[in-house]
T-cell receptor, first 111, second 114 residues
Framework: DQQVKQNSPSLSVQEGRISILNCDYT??????FLWYKKYPAEGPTFLIS?????DKNEDGRFTVFLNKSAKHLSLHIVPSQPGDSAVYFC??????????FGTGTRLKVLA | GAGVSQSPSNKVTEKGKDVELRCDPI?????LYWYRQSLGQGLEFLIY????????KSGLPSDRFSAERTGGSVSTLTIQRTQQEDSAVYLC????????????FGSGTQLSVL
């Protein structure tokens, strides 16, 4: 039972263009969402988060959108840079400590 | 140290042997997590420690897996009688004692069971 799904295992984007990574969830009790980035042989690093009381959160080139009715969130990276090439994980929690992670999307930004 | 430290970074073992993986969390972080990532899979929750409370072991896949946290700091994840399906990256994370706090991950231990 995958409560957090990232249906695109990989994505390729040209440098300078927008990258859109998607995440769907099934548990309507989830109220806090995070995105992590992971480079090979490193641990995941926190990127951006959003609470369910908001529908958008922005931090520099990164924006997360939350659509609660659709149980969908997306991460936008504009403009995309080659250094953004990594695996991106979304995670969700329901006001507790237990974060449920998706399977990840591998982003490749082409120079 | 400045970040979460895990050791060893790589471990190769034979099927049936026991292994111990170590995690040193960020100083002052009272919450500690173990996750694992199998090939092509997401991060799978294993166990959670919070202060002196009883740990949440609900994610441990079998009774061959156990973990302890001594003195509210260093944690050890032990896998007994390892199987090939235990091969994965084992990640430790810590966070402050607050709800909706982001997790800080270590670099992980790549475990390979031959």
């Amino acid at each position: 039972d995958q409560q957090v799904k990232q249906n695109s295992p990989s994505l390729s984007v040209q440098e300078g263009r927008i990258s859109i990574l998607n995440c769907d969830y099934t548990n309507s009790m989830f109220d806090y969402f995070l995105w992590y980035k992971k480079y090979p042989a490193e641990g995941p690093t926190f990127l951006i988060s959003i609470s369910s009381i908001k529908d958008k959160n922005e931090d520099g080139r990164f924006t997360v959108f939350l659509n609660k009715s659709a149980k969908h969130l997306s991460l936008h990276i504009v403009p995309s840079q080659p250094g953004d090439s990594a695996v991106y994980f979304c995670a969700a929690s329901s006001g507790t400590y237990k974060y449920i992670f998706g399977t990840g999307t591998r982003l490749k930004v082409l120079a | 140290g400045a970040g979460v430290s895990q050791s060893p970074s790589n471990k190769v073992t034979e099927k049936g042997k026991d292994v111990e993986l170590r995690c040193d969390p960020i100083s002052g972080h009272t919450a500690l997590y173990w996750y694992r990532q199998s090939l092509g899979q997401g991060l799978e929750f294993l166990i959670y420690f919070q202060g002196n409370s009883a740990p949440d072991k609900s994610g441990l896949p079998s009774d061959r897996f156990s973990a302890e946290r001594t003195g509210g700091s260093v944690s050890t994840l032990t896998i007994q009688r390892t199987q090939q399906e235990d091969s994965a990256v084992y990640l430790c994370a810590s966070s402050p004692d607050r709800q909706n706090e982001k997790l800080f991950f270590g670099s992980g231990t790549q475990l390979s069971v031959l």
